[in-house]
């Protein structure tokens, strides 16, 4: 076998992995509930008394990003709201989501959108990958926000001290091969390693996070699927940069205009 059957498998979870999200995703979406007397109370429910947020959705790009970056505020602040966390949610977004916000974020446990943007049940897509890089699967998974429930943003942040990226800077600097899957996050980020060592910077591991983050959003915002929204001001794709020490989201590009 060696190394010879290691593409081959890795197609095949690849494989595995998109038929799953897709299974999932599909399960996800929005269905009418079919069962009569629970369709019946929950309706009531929502019809009585509906999330006060769920009201006042953000159903543009500019008012998306303007709700994103108040929470990001109260985060910053120390004045947490955690809007739409009860049950009273729950029930309401139970049959239908309709999240106003798509973020793609790396795994680092310090940077966890929901508590980042003081959000609730039902606000956003989350997707979270080592370095927030993306592949096709993920690419797939942030597109269905804009193309399924009418998600007027994207947010691809990066942020302060991240590991991966320096990990993958310090690999791709020296010709090293990380071990495990994690090469292949490595792989994904030479183009913006390529375009840090163009320059000189003070701290280029921090330069790469901010140019890893605005190519990110570059390849999202051309990308043939949500290109066409761009374009109609239906959607916008911004890059960002979360900085651990403060808490504050920093804007880097694609802020949307009101
Ligand atoms: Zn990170």
């Known amino acids: 076998m060696g190394s ?3 593409p081959h498998r890795r197609a095949i979870l690849t494989g595995g992995l998109a038929a799953t999200t897709a299974a999932l995703l599909s399960a996800c979406s929005s269905k009418p ?4 007397t629970d369709a019946t109370a929950a309706g009531a429910a929502k019809a009585s008394s509906p999330s006060p947020a769920a009201a006042n959705r953000p159903d ?3 008012s998306a990003f303007a709700r994103l970056m108040e929470g990001n505020r109260r985060w910053v602040a120390g004045k947490l709201q955690h809007p739409d966390q009860d049950p009273r949610r729950r029930e309401f977004v139970a049959e239908k989501q309709e999240p106003y916000g798509v973020i793609v974020s790396c795994i680092d446990s310090r940077v966890p959108p929901e508590l980042v943007f003081d959000t609730g049940l039902g606000d956003l897509f989350v997707l979270r990958t080592g370095g927030q890089v993306v592949s096709p699967v993920v690419t797939g998974s942030v597109e269905y926000g804009p193309l399924t429930s009418g998600s007027p943003l994207i947010v ?3 942020h302060q001290r991240c590991g991966a990226i320096k990990a993958a800077y310090e690999a791709l600097r020296d010709g090293k091969t990380l071990p495990g899957n994690l090469q292949s996050i490595a792989d994904a980020m030479r183009p913006a ?3 840090t060592v163009k320059d000189k910077h003070a701290d280029p591991v921090d330069a790469m996070v901010r140019i890893h983050a605005k190519q990110t959003s570059a ?3 051309s990308n043939k699927a949500l290109a066409p929204l761009v374009r109609k001001g239906d959607l916008a794709v911004v890059s960002a940069y979360y900085s651990l020490d403060t ?3 920093e804007v880097l590009t694609g802020a949307p205009s009101a």
Not at 33 to 36: F, L
Request: charged content about 20%; proline content about 0%; hydrophobic content about 40%.
């Open 156 to 158: 691809v942040l990066g």
């Open 33 to 36: 509930n079919s069962t009569g």
């Open 219 to 221: 390849d999202l915002r």
């Open 60 to 62: 543009s790009a500019w």
């Open 193 to 195: 390693y390529e375009a």
């Open 4 to 6: 010879a059957g290691i």
């Open 247 to 249: 808490g504050r989201v």
